[in-house]
């Protein structure tokens, strides 16, 4: 006879004592931040591209997407966000991570990464953050020819 398992957040909803499911975990939202940013010069060292608005405190962290025309040279970026504060402002909530998304994606020649489910996949997959941060995307490989070329970032996270 066959065995029918459980998976976790359905023990806890059928369970003699029902339990919720963690936040983003069953019924949450699926949202997506949307930028894109033309290179008015080559990427150098220190730079660093702002995009879109800060992802929400509880947000859960499901993929990332970069897509790049060929930005030249053996140009690399490094995708992950800023600090995230706690509401009064004085202290850290959500440590800086420069690649929380990603380490060193080649983006010399035209591509679409997906940070979930490619080799480049970090360890963000699930994190719920302590407080909103704010995506950045850094130069981690000078480039050259980049100019008048377009980087576009998804992030996708679940709340409620």
């Known amino acids: 006879m066959s065995v029918i398992y459980k998976g976790v957040n359905y023990a806890k909803i059928v369970g003699s004592i029902a339990q919720l ?4 975990q069953m019924g949450g939202k699926l949202r997506k931040m949307y930028d894109s940013f033309v290179l008015t010069a080559d990427l150098a060292s220190g730079d660093t591209i702002v995009v879109g608005e800060p992802i929400p405190e509880g947000a859960r962290l499901v993929d990332c997407q970069i897509t790049n025309e060929a930005l030249g040279g053996a140009c690399t970026i490094n995708v ?7 509401a ?5 909530a ?10 060193a994606l080649p983006v010399s020649s035209a591509s679409v ?3 979930h489910g490619s080799t480049y996949e970090g360890s963000f997959y699930g994190r719920v953050l302590a407080a909103a941060v704010q995506p950045v ?15 576009q ?5 679940v709340v409620d």
Do not use: H, L
């Open 21 to 24: 499911a963690e936040q983003g």
């Open 80 to 86: 992950g966000w800023q600090a995230g504060y706690a």
């Open 88 to 92: 009064d402002g004085s202290t850290v």
């Open 94 to 103: 959500e440590a800086a991570s420069a690649t929380g998304f990603f380490s």
């Open 113 to 115: 990464a997906n940070a």
């Open 137 to 151: 995307i850094a130069e981690n490989a000078v480039s050259s020819g980049a100019t008048g070329k377009r980087i």
């Open 153 to 157: 970032i998804e992030i996708s996270y």
